[in-house]
T-cell receptor
């Protein structure tokens, strides 16, 4: 079974440029999460989708960040414009459900973003 | 969600049991304890979770004290590939909102 796929694995951009990250969750997983992980810290949730609906985006900086999950499968996270402080690893995760017995989250390898 | 406290780092000899402690003195009755680990340059990986009873799976055992104020993750025979950051997380109901702390950096030495 393929795991969570993310691309690109690495991205280097100059500040004020836009950037987008793509995630393909495990087939059949209804719940999709985007996290940001700063160096030396644990991951922080940015947004959670149940199918195509964003049910928790309270931690998403909406002035520059946006996300979408068209058709409830793949998802894209965008930053426009990027700032120096956005340098981090962006992780995507998916789970069969968000609660109950099938709520184990499976994480992708992440995209390491460097903003110069 | 319960605040958890873990040691910053631990060392373990290869082949020996690794016992990783976690304090969660403010945990409420319906909050689960989840453990994830993160190997360098990879995404976190689910290990185990529990509510009241001790749990065991193919990766590890989770021992929760009777008062539920602390727990211990046990890797029975640590290998070099178990070197990782281990996160203990307290969360209500499902795992839809995992709040990761800094975790414990476990180093397994040959």
């Amino acid at each position: 079974e393929a795991g969570v796929v993310q691309s690109p694995r690495y991205k280097i951009i100059e500040k004020k440029q836009p950037v987008a990250f793509w995630c393909n969750p495990i087939s059949g997983h209804n719940t999709l999460y985007w996290y940001r992980q700063n160096l030396g810290q644990g991951p922080e949730l940015l947004i959670r989708y149940e199918n195509e609906e964003a049910v928790d985006d309270s931690q998403l900086p909406k002035d520059r960040f946006s996300a979408e999950r068209l058709k409830g499968v793949d998802s894209t996270l965008k930053i426009q414009p990027a700032e120096l402080g956005d340098s981090a690893v962006y992780l995507c995760a998916s789970s069969l459900e968000s609660s109950g017995r099938n709520n184990e989250q499976f994480f992708g390898p992440g995209t390491r973003l460097t903003v110069l | 969600d319960a605040k958890t406290t873990q040691p910053t780092s631990m060392d373990c000899a290869e082949g020996r049991a690794a016992n990783l402690p976690c304090n969660h003195s403010t945990i409420s009755g319906n909050e689960y304890v989840y453990w994830y680990r993160q190997i360098h340059s990879q995404g976190p990986q689910y290990i185990i979770h529990g509510l009241k009873n001790n749990e065991t799976n193919e990766m590890a055992s989770l021992i929760i004290t009777e008062d539920r104020k602390s727990s211990t993750l046990i890797l029975p025979h640590a290998t070099l590939r178990d070197t990782a950051v281990y996160y203990c997380i307290g969360t209500q109901g499902g795992s839809e909102k995992l709040v990761f702390g800094k975790g414990t950096k476990l180093t397994v030495n040959p």
